[in-house]
């Protein structure tokens, strides 16, 4: 009878194994199977799109590299997403039984007499009857309780993790293309600061000769002392304008430095191709709805804050429970047991199938499926506004890169306008009609159209960078570099099946 207990128990721990393994993998794979294959089309998409721009590579590229190895805030966030990795295997633990083991050791002595009849001799044998009792127990067992409903809690309690934790990656994600769009604002920044550099020491060679032609004009005695003077004053100007200037590319570099982890290259060069232009504002809304990852981790939010609703359930429907327990208790006394001492050895096998229905919990599990109600209303209001925020942000970025680009083309007529104006007024100085003042101002407005042309050069690789994040080709895939050695997709296949 036992061992037909015991193969019985045994079948129905079978029998709940293989349930719990159905259920983990309808929650890995059928949970999250359409959203990894869209994701994985998505990345191809990205991946040729980057091939089909041929990006030319530079310095800049390293830099980002570097980045994304070195960044102390990365570096942090990846840590967090590892450590959430493991709420999976966790909540997945409610598929599985859980097994104990016990063990008791009992020792007891015990004495007790009766008086018996009036006598008052010792010798009487009616006098005192006196009995000792010793008991010596020791059991062991195992309990094994696995649950076999619970009206899908559990199973909303795993599609709460996942989609929790594709936010996170998304999260993560996102602030890759952060610290990538800062690091090459950073590196644009420094390119256009030192091309200023170098258009202060071109005007600085021509304050120089305008001092040594005023001079020379003054010493044969065509043009006046005045003139000396003020080519003087524009010469300390302009000097002082070149140091002012190369101070602050020391202090970019330093934070370029502190932002990628690796020194500003002597020559920075800016890619060819970093941004594809055929994108007008409409298509870079729909790609930004679509792979911006500050909306894609708002969506994935907000879909966890659904489903952490279904997790209250188990407070308001039936649960069953399959439990099974076997326990071997003995005495461990000598073979010769004492007076009144009995050798005891059993072995019980007790399986219980338990059925909870809950009644009233005080209120406590209505007030907590409000509460998640609330909050799952909140992420929905939180998403909406993100891809608000989003579609706002392209708006402006767009007017930015259209700016830019009727800036970049003003500034480069300017600047050959403004040096034949410089030919000519020199030439003019030379010959007497001008004087000093009108040469220094010629020198100024060429410059002045220079850096025009380098500010507008500035603000379109930036806004470049900025579209990039806004669409999602801020990042490694697209933009065909390596990727930090953290990969979370990986970690979490690693992580999902432990238990």
Request: proline share 3%; with cysteine; hydrophobic share 35%.
């Amino acid at each position: 009878m036992q061992r037909g207990v015991f193969v019985f128990c045994l079948f129905a721990m079978i029998l709940t194994l293989v349930r719990s393994i159905l259920l983990i993998i309808f929650a890995c794979f059928a949970v999250s199977a359409e959203q990894d294959q869209k994701s994985s089309n998505d990345e191809k998409t990205q991946i040729k799109d980057g091939q089909k721009r041929g990006t030319a590579r530079s310095p800049l590229f390293l830099a980002l590299e570097s980045a994304l190895r070195n960044n102390k805030e990365l570096n942090a966030l990846e840590k967090d997403v590892a450590a959430s990795h493991e709420n999976y295997p966790s909540t997945s633990s409610a598929f599985r039984p859980t097994i104990s083991a016990n063990t008791k050791y009992r020792k007891s002595n015990s004495t007790s007499w009766s008086t018996l009849g009036r006598a008052n001799n010792q010798n009487d044998p009616d006098y005192d009857t006196e009995n000792n009792t010793r008991s010596d127990m020791s059991s062991f067992g195992v309990d094994v309780r696995q649950n076999l409903f619970r009206c899908g809690a559990d199973v909303a309690a795993l599609k709460e993790v996942s989609t929790s934790l594709k936010a996170k990656w998304s999260a993560l994600e996102a602030k890759k293309q952060s610290v990538l769009r800062d690091v090459a604002i950073a590196y644009f920044a420094i390119i256009s600061k030192k091309e200023e550099i170098l258009h202060l020491g071109s005007l600085l060679d021509s304050r120089r000769e305008s001092v040594d032609v005023a001079m020379k004009m003054f010493e044969a005695g065509t043009s006046k002392e005045l003139d000396v003077y003020q080519a003087n004053a524009a010469y300390a100007e302009t000097e002082s304008k070149l140091a002012k200037a190369e101070a602050e590319y020391v202090s970019y570099c330093a934070q370029f430095e502190e932002m990628s982890g690796i020194q500003m290259p002597q020559n920075p060069t800016a890619p060819e191709k970093f941004f594809d232009d055929s994108i007008d504002e409409v298509n870079a809304i729909e790609l930004a709805y679509k792979y911006n990852p500050s909306i894609l981790s708002a969506v994935d939010a907000a879909e966890a804050a659904r489903e952490a609703i279904k997790k209250v359930n188990i407070e308001f429907s039936p649960s069953v429970d399959l439990t099974y327990s076997f326990d071997h208790s003995y005495d461990p006394s000598t073979k010769k047991p004492r007076r009144g001492q009995m050798k005891i050895k059993r072995k019980d096998h007790v399986v219980t199938l338990s059925c909870t229905v809950p009644i009233y919990d005080g209120g406590h599990a209505r007030a907590e499926k409000r509460k998640l109600e609330k909050t799952a209303l909140k992420a929905v209001y939180e998403k909406e506004k993100a891809m608000d925020d989003v579609k706002s942000e392209v708006k402006s970025v767009w007017a930015s890169l259209k700016a830019a680009k009727q800036n970049i083309d003003s500034a480069k007529k300017a600047v050959e306008l403004r040096e034949k104006a410089l030919g000519d007024t020199l030439e003019e100085y030379k010959a007497g009609v001008k004087i000093m003042k009108d040469v220094l101002e010629a020198q100024e407005q060429l410059f002045e159209a220079k850096s025009m042309h380098i500010q507008a050069m500035n603000q379109y690789s930036s806004s470049q960078c900025r579209a990039n994040a806004l669409i999602g080709r801020m990042n490694p895939k697209y933009l065909r570099i390596r990727d930090s050695e953290y990969n979370y997709k990986a970690d979490f296949a690693r992580t999902k099946m432990k238990f």
